[in-house]
Nanobody, 115 residues
Framework: QVQLVESGGALVQPGGSLRLSCAAS????????MGWYRQAPGKERELVAH???????NYADSVKGRFTITRDAAKNTVFLQMNSLKPEDTAVYHC?????????WGQGTQVTVSS
C-alpha cells in the first residue's frame, strides 16, 4: 500500500508560480512511476506530468515549457513546479503512483489561478 500526501496548492494570480509536493510513504524508486493529474470542475481527470523510475518525464501539451516534474529520493517526494500559470490551470491536482498496474492516489490539492 502506497500513501500519498499532496501539498502546496493555493490561490495565485495569472502569470504566477506554485510548487506542489507529493510525499510518498515508500521509496519513490520502489514504484514504477509517479505523476501529477488534475481535474477541473465538470471535466475528466487528465495527466499533467509523469516521471518513471528511470527518470523519464512526460508532459501534457498544455503545460510543456511551463511545468516541471522533479523528485527528491531522500525525502520520498515528487514535486511539480508550475510557472506562468493560467486560469485554465485551475483544478484539483492529484499525485499518483503506479506499481504493477496498481494505481495509488493522493487526496488532492486545490490550485486556483485568478485575478
Amino acid at each position: 500500500q502506497v500513501q500519498l500526501v499532496e501539498s502546496g496548492g493555493a490561490l495565485v494570480q495569472p502569470g504566477g508560480s506554485l510548487r506542489l509536493s507529493c510525499a510518498a510513504s515508500v521509496s519513490i524508486f520502489s514504484v514504477n512511476a509517479m505523476g501529477w493529474y488534475r481535474q477541473a470542475p465538470g471535466k475528466e481527470r487528465e495527466l499533467v506530468a509523469h516521471i518513471t523510475r528511470l527518470g523519464r518525464t512526460n508532459y501534457a501539451d498544455s503545460v510543456k515549457g511551463r511545468f516541471t516534474i522533479t523528485r527528491d529520493a531522500a525525502k520520498n517526494t515528487v514535486f511539480l513546479q508550475m510557472n506562468s500559470l493560467k486560469p485554465e490551470d485551475t483544478a484539483v491536482y492529484h499525485c499518483n503512483a503506479e506499481e504493477l498496474s496498481v494505481f495509488y492516489w493522493g487526496q488532492g490539492t486545490q490550485v486556483t489561478v485568478s485575478s
